[in-house]
């Protein structure tokens, strides 16, 4: 008789490409992937993937069998959806990414109290700047600032955030006060290098103008980013989901040069096989709310 966590370890190290990455997602041990890999082909009396010393591959039989494992996790996933919503409960693991920043200042706090309410999800968070493969690496979910371009996934907006040019008081002091576009490419800025200079793009009546200034600081992470302009290095291009404490300590100050920020949007995305997921569901709006419309850290 084939056994669920068998075929699950199995469809992990398909979609992850590796024991090590299905253990991972699965949050066992290698060796115990292998052994329910082990268990499964012998089942089916068929090798399921053939392995050398750096590379695992689906047999034939591997990638036929694959289809129909991820139609059978999906549909008893789904099953499990349907009677925790019937229950008014909702349980078991849930596996999400963020990015640091907004993780570590907003979404955290938020996920406490959904914690809380439902005490039997089992949460994962990961906290990566980088852009992860919500397929690939296996999250039932991730959250993102700014668009999401896959058509493999469902994505929901969370929340609207501005984007502020700002710099500190003594920065400015020392350099001065950058009064419009030209000017502000004269400056030295600290850049998200996940998005490179290009991200710094402003609304000039119908046309949306990117400035590369002079680079102080490469960095993927908004904090670090937002650290560095309060200690004075540069000019910065951050949202205020960040910039909220330090504007109202005065730490930081925005910089008017005539044209406006383009904005970002915050969103969530999931798996289309996950559009019936209750915890999902339930998930989305719970941080809706928390987060709010206008969002509660807009008040700068």
């Given at each position: 008789?084939?056994?669920?966590?068998?075929?699950?370890?199995?469809?992990?190290?398909?979609?992850?490409?590796?024991?090590?990455?299905?253990?991972?997602?699965?949050?066992?041990?290698?060796?115990?992937?292998?052994?329910?890999?082990?268990?499964?082909?012998?089942?089916?009396?068929?090798?399921?993937?053939?392995?050398?010393?750096?590379?695992?591959?689906?047999?034939?039989?591997?990638?036929?069998?694959?289809?129909?494992?991820?139609?059978?996790?999906?549909?008893?996933?789904?099953?499990?959806?349907?009677?925790?919503?019937?229950?008014?409960?909702?349980?078991?693991?849930?596996?999400?990414?963020?990015?640091?920043?907004?993780?570590?200042?907003?979404?955290?706090?938020?996920?406490?109290?959904?914690?809380?309410?439902?005490?039997?999800?089992?949460?994962?968070?990961?906290?990566?700047?980088?852009?992860?493969?919500?397929?690939?690496?296996?999250?039932?979910?991730?959250?993102?600032?700014?668009?999401?371009?896959?058509?493999?996934?469902?994505?929901?907006?969370?929340?609207?955030?501005?984007?502020?040019?700002?710099?500190?008081?003594?920065?400015?002091?020392?350099?001065?006060?950058?009064?419009?576009?030209?000017?502000?490419?004269?400056?030295?800025?600290?850049?998200?290098?996940?998005?490179?200079?290009?991200?710094?793009?402003?609304?000039?009546?119908?046309?949306?103008?990117?400035?590369?200034?002079?680079?102080?600081?490469?960095?993927?992470?908004?904090?670090?980013?937002?650290?560095?302009?309060?200690?004075?290095?540069?000019?910065?291009?951050?949202?205020?989901?960040?910039?909220?404490?330090?504007?109202?300590?005065?730490?930081l100050k925005v910089i008017d040069i005539g044209a406006e920020?383009?904005?970002?949007?915050?969103?969530?995305?999931?798996?289309?096989?996950?559009?019936?997921?209750?915890?999902?569901r339930a998930l989305t709006a719970w941080l809706q709310q928390?987060?709010?419309?206008?969002?509660?850290?807009?008040?700068?």
């Amino acid at each position: 008789m084939l056994k669920l966590e068998a075929v699950q370890a199995f469809s992990a190290i398909a979609e992850t490409g590796s024991i090590t990455g299905a253990a991972r997602r699965l949050s066992i041990s290698k060796s115990v992937v292998s052994e329910r890999l082990a268990e499964l082909e012998r089942s089916l009396g068929a090798k399921l993937v053939h392995r050398t010393t750096r590379t695992l591959l689906l047999t034939e039989d591997g990638n036929a069998f694959h289809a129909r494992a991820r139609r059978i996790l999906r549909d008893v996933d789904e099953a499990a959806s349907e009677l925790a919503e019937r229950r008014g409960t909702l349980a078991g693991p849930l596996r999400i990414s963020a990015p640091v920043s907004f993780g570590i200042l907003h979404l955290g706090p938020a996920l406490y109290g959904f914690l809380a309410k439902h005490p039997a999800v089992e949460l994962t968070l990961d906290l990566d700047d980088r852009f992860v493969d919500i397929l690939s690496e296996g999250y039932d979910a991730v959250i993102r600032h700014g668009p999401v371009d896959d058509k493999r996934v469902i994505v929901k907006r969370l929340a609207l955030s501005r984007r502020c040019l700002v710099a500190s008081p003594e920065y400015l002091r020392r350099h001065g006060n950058p009064k419009s576009v030209q000017e502000l490419e004269q400056h030295r800025g600290i850049i998200y290098s996940n998005r490179g200079a290009a991200d710094w793009r402003f609304h000039i009546g119908r046309k949306l103008v990117s400035v590369q200034p002079r680079s102080a600081l490469h960095v993927n992470n908004g904090l670090v980013m937002r650290d560095a302009a309060i200690a004075g290095l540069g000019v910065t291009l951050l949202t205020t989901f960040i910039l909220h404490t330090p504007l109202k300590s005065r730490a930081l100050k925005v910089i008017d040069i005539g044209a406006e920020p383009e904005g970002a949007t915050i969103y969530v995305a999931y798996p289309q096989h996950l559009r019936s997921s209750a915890k999902i569901r339930a998930l989305t709006a719970w941080l809706q709310q928390c987060f709010g419309n206008p969002v509660h850290w807009e008040g700068v």
